[in-house]
């Protein structure tokens, strides 16, 4: 049973651009979190997504920023107009349904240039 | 107030001696869970240990302990015979509510050093 897949590992983007990170989630997970981990600090929730369902977009900054959970394929996060700050590690976690664990990706590191 | 505080600035063991990081949390829910999670210098977070909120008994994990004290409401982590390996940062974390529909909220982490 694979973990959970983020690609790409490193992203590099000039500002202005789009970022757009991928999340596969376990087999057998519906359930998606992205976190945000600027350096030095702790992990900061975004957004949490069932199947074709935003559930908590709590901790999404209001602008540029969107996810989605598509029926089909990796839960994918969006950044459009990337700005220096948006430079950052990603984390993209996955649970079972009434389970406890939430599992990680290693996480994608965009450095917005 | 901060859910979760780690205020440990850094820490260091010797190889094969016992290590506590703290944790102190803050909700007023009665059902929540807390975690710890190691971030290694390669960037991943792994899972290290959980404890429920109605677990009786402390959480185990082989080398890895939690000290859950409710009434006090701290969780800290207990590394046993520390291995070079466990140089890393540490992050408490706590999910309030049950199921898988509720987030995890981090500390800031504590950075652990293992001394040869």
């Known amino acids: 049973n694979a973990g959970v897949m983020q690609n790409p590992r490193h992203l590099v983007r000039r500002r202005g651009q789009e970022a757009r990170l991928r999340c596969s989630p376990m087999k057998g997970h519906s359930h998606v979190y992205w976190y945000r981990q600027l350096p030095e600090e702790g992990l900061k929730f975004m957004v949490y997504l069932q199947k074709e369902n935003i559930i908590d977009e709590s901790g999404m900054p209001k602008e540029r920023f969107s996810a989605e959970f598509p029926k089909e394929g990796p839960s994918i996060l969006r950044i459009q107009q990337v700005v220096r700050g948006d430079s950052a590690a990603y984390f993209c976690?996955?649970?079972?349904?009434?389970?406890?664990?939430?599992?990680f990706g290693q996480g994608t590191r965009l450095t917005v240039v | 107030a901060q859910k979760i505080t780690q205020t440990q600035p850094g820490m260091f063991v010797q190889e094969k001696e016992a290590v506590t990081l703290d944790c102190t949390y803050d909700?007023?829910?009665?059902?929540?869970?807390l975690f710890w999670y190691k971030q290694p210098s390669s960037g991943e977070m792994i899972f290290l240990i959980y404890?429920?909120?109605?677990?009786?008994q402390n959480a185990t994990e082989g080398r890895y302990s939690l000290n859950f004290q409710k009434a006090r409401k701290s969780a800290n982590l207990v590394i046993s015979a520390s291995q070079l390996g466990d140089s890393a940062m540490y992050f408490c974390?706590?999910?309030?509510?049950?199921?898988?529909?509720?987030?995890?909220?981090f500390g800031k982490g504590i950075t652990l050093s293992v001394r040869p």
């Open positions: 974390a706590m999910r309030e509510g049950t199921g898988a529909n509720s987030k995890l909220t």
């Open positions: 909700t007023s829910d009665q059902s929540y869970g």
């Open positions: 404890q429920g909120s109605y677990d009786e």
């Open positions: 976690a996955s649970s079972p349904l009434l389970d406890t664990e939430a599992f």
